[in-house]
């Protein structure tokens, strides 16, 4: 019989995900990852990750399919991967996606260490993607339900790992999975989806960036594209590309922050349409069938979590970098944020987003 360790987030997905294994008939191990501790750090309880009450809640629904459960500790892994990686990003002006972080090295790194350990044959998790094999390879897919779709955040996988992971809710739709886990009296099949990342309260960036750190962020110039100071800032952690509010500045038009100095410490202005570019550089890009193409090919990308997938030109340039040319303009393609690329529903690979930084 095939093992499976089933990472449970305390949330109704990776519950049904659980009992989807347990009825194919895989001897299953259930496990919490241990990420972060919101109280310690004086985080608001509700609506993040890594709570008592998830704990308590992936247990109960470990216990009711029977199967053994255990808490694993990541929390000084994730410190010092996810949160630092936040912290220095922001600090050098780009805008990370710890989500990303937090699936490559939590879910796919450290959590494949413990299967390796506990002699599990398969990772299961309540993603919404798909997994399938064609031609000998293995291939990411966008989910079912496309509300849903985290295909996004999963570029970074490679052959070995698609080969030993299973989505199962990848085909089904979310109404369909709180029906079911209702159905079978899980605790949490109500339970609201989480919404903000598990460090950050309240989507105060700055905040965490200071306590990481110790040191309060450095006030610096807006600018605009010319050079000529428009006014002061709190410090270049509290922007992203793209930012309207929180700048202060009046003005004819409103102003947008549309690049970031860390050296200098300024932050350039500039308007809306200033926003737009056809072009963006990715790099540590990550091919999902292990080889890069040897020539352009057409495709769909998207450049941010939320967006819809837009036509675009891929030109690899070597093994980890290509540059992709937008047949629109897309807005605020923002340094630090994954650039995914699209054929149809699979997942061709992506990459991070490099700035074209004025300094």
Known sequence: MKKALIAMSGGVDSSLAAKLMVEQGYDCTGCTMKLYNNEDAGIEHSRT?????????????????GMPFYVFNFTDAFRDT?????????????????????????????????????????????????????DGKFVLKKAADETKDQSYVLYFMTQRQLARVKFPLGGMRKSEVRQIAEKNGFVNAA????????FVPNGDYAAVIERYTGRMSVPGYFVDQQGSILGRHRG????????????GITGPEPLYVREIC????????????????????????????????????????????????????????????????????????????????????TVLGGGTIQGQNSE
């Not at 990750?49 to 216990?63: P, Q």
């Not at 339970?191 to 598990?198: L, N, V």
């Not at 200098?264 to 570019?277: A, M, T, W």
């Not at 997938?309 to 340039?317: D, R």
């Open 49 to 65: 990750c890594c709570t008592l009450e998830d704990v308590e809640d992936a247990r109960s629904v470990a216990y009711k399919l």
């Open 262 to 345: 860390p050296k200098s410490g300024n932050v350039i202005l500039g308007k809306k349409d200033d926003l737009f570019d056809i072009k963006a550089e990715v790099r540590d890009f990550n091919w999902i069938s292990g080889e890069a193409p040897q020539t352009k090919l057409r495709c769909k990308a998207k450049i941010r979590y939320r967006q819809q997938e837009q036509w675009a030109t891929a030109i690899p340039v070597n093994e980890n970098t290509v540059h992709i040319v937008f047949d629109e303009p897309q807005r605020a393609i923002t340094p630090g944020q994954a650039a995914v690329l699209y054929d149809g529903d």
């Open 82 to 134: 996810v949160i630092r990686g936040f912290v220095e990003s922001y600090e050098k002006g780009v805008t990370p996606n710890p989500c990303i972080e937090c699936n490559r090295f939590m879910k796919f790194d450290k959590l494949f260490e413990r299967a390796e350990m506990l002699r599990c044959d398969y990772i299961v998790t309540g993603h919404y993607a798909r997994i399938e094999e064609e």
């Open 236 to 247: 270049i952690i509290h922007y992203t590309v793209g930012q309207r509010k929180g700048i």
């Open 191 to 198: 339970k609201p989806d989480s919404q903000d990342i598990c």
